[in-house]
């Protein structure tokens, strides 16, 4: 076959890029080494060591809290790793299970998600919440396996009143502890504010709140260095500058947040690119920063389910009309339904949409505040981080 005189994939393919290894850059990869957590490490080792004791294991349970992009799922994914190295020197069977619970944000999906961890013929269905968590224990007695349990972005099910499941799992190692067998479950609860425990039963809230880890932000000098560990990872030796990683650093310093400055260069990068340019220059960093808000991220809308991103349509068209700061909810559930007329769905009731703003809200996606004085009643007022209404309007639609 005569060759295509102009095949723009070929021209794609040859065409230059400051990368070497773009999946580095991802959320999800964990380094190697995470840098500055020698301190947060030690304590979260010293509160969970009981778990490897020979004789008299030990359950423990903790709290780790920080903001967006601190490295909370960081720090417990590398701490579940060392664990796993010193059980198995030790020979000491231990299971580490890391639970997302904004995509489990049920009692029942996360105890089914457990007992399917620690078992593949645990059937999808057809237990009920109590019976599951009976499976959970059998499980850890029979092949006497001691659990080291992370329930990561725990605000998503405390906020749905979730937080009863805590207590059943503390009681497995009571009821299974007799004679040799001992099978200790040690929680690690990651949140973004550990406000949820006010509302938790006094003895389970006490026995957490004296082991609370606030994530220390991370100063720009640091910020610097976790962002070079990332691009020698990533890019082609020398292609980004100096001074591009120090603003990248600068800007996400305010926030002390690793995954903004992460974000930033990697963004840098796609904008050299796109000029051709062999190299990463301070101005990338800046036209990346005008294009991602560190609360308005991708990933965070891109998991919000239809109706959520409907509703904050809703509150972003309103705002947008209205040119105010704050609007009164009941504006925004309005605008909520006339868009859910333009796209044919039916719309929400009124409690469930007073149950996405609360969650929109701690996605830091918007903001709520009651009513002041001169207000008539209650009225709950949204606003929007300073983010381009226009811009999140258009990713918005194109999302939904
Ligand atoms: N101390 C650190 N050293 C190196 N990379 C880090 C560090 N802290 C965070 N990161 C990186 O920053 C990003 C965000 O971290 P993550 O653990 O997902 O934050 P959180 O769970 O608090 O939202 C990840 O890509 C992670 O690898
Ligand atoms: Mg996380």
């Not at 580490?96 to 961890?117: D, G, K, M, S, W």
């Not at 998503?156 to 067998?181: K, M, Q, W």
């Not at 808000?293 to 947008?320: A, D, M, N, S, W």
Request: with cysteine; hydrophobic share 40%.
């Amino acid at each position: 076959m005569p060759m295509t005189e102009y095949n723009v994939l070929e021209e794609e393919l040859s065409r230059p890029s400051v990368f070497k290894d773009e999946s580095k850059l991802s959320i999800d990869f964990l380094p190697s080494k995470l840098l500055y957590r020698e301190l947060e490490l030690r304590f979260l080792a010293r509160h969970l060591l009981g778990l490897l004791n020979l004789e008299t294991p030990k359950s423990s349970n903790l709290l780790v809290v920080g903001g967006v992009g601190i490295g909370k799922t960081s720090l417990a994914k590398t701490f579940g790793k060392m664990l796993m190295e010193s059980s198995r020197k030790r020979n000491i069977p231990v299971k580490y299970v890391h639970i997302n619970c904004r995509t489990n944000n049920t009692p029942y999906l996360i105890f089914q998600t457990i007992a399917r961890e620690l078992s593949q013929h645990v059937p999808a269905r057809g237990y009920s919440t109590e019976e599951i968590v009976g499976v959970i224990g059998d499980l850890l007695r029979l092949q006497q396996l001691r659990l080291f349990l992370v329930l990561d972005e725990f605000d998503f099910v405390a906020l749905r009143g979730g937080t009863e499941i805590i207590y059943p799992l503390t009681r497995i190692h009571d009821a299974n502890r007799s004679g040799t067998i001992s099978t200790p479950v040690s929680l690690l609860l990651i949140a973004r504010s550990p406000a949820f425990l006010e509302r938790m039963d006094q003895s389970t809230a006490s026995s957490l709140g004296h082991s609370v880890l606030r994530m220390r932000k991370d100063s720009q000098a640091q910020l610097v260095d976790i962002i070079q560990q990332r691009v020698d990872l990533a890019f082609k030796d020398g292609v980004v500058d100096k001074e591009a990683i120090r603003l990248a650093a600068d800007i996400a310093s305010e926030l002390g947040d690793a995954r903004h400055a992460i974000e930033l260069i990697w963004y840098a990068g796609k904008y050299a690119d796109e000029e051709q340019s062999p190299y990463v220059f301070p101005d990338h960093v800046r036209q990346a920063k005008s294009s991602i808000h560190p609360v308005v991220r991708r990933e965070t809308i891109y998991g919000l389910g239809l109706h959520k991103l409907v509703l904050l349509l809703g509150i972003v068209r309103q705002l947008k009309h209205s040119k105010l700061a704050y609007i009164k909810t009941s504006d925004a559930i309005q605008e909520y339904k006339m868009a859910c007329e333009e796209f044919m769905l039916a719309p929400r009731k009124h409690t469930q949409l007073w149950q996405y703003l609360k969650e929109l809200a701690i996605f830091d996606l918007i903001q709520v505040k009651p009513s002041g004085k001169g207000y008539r009643g209650k009225t709950t007022f949204i606003s929007l981080p300073d983010v381009s209404t226009r811009q999140l309007e258009n990713e918005l639609l194109s999302l939904i």
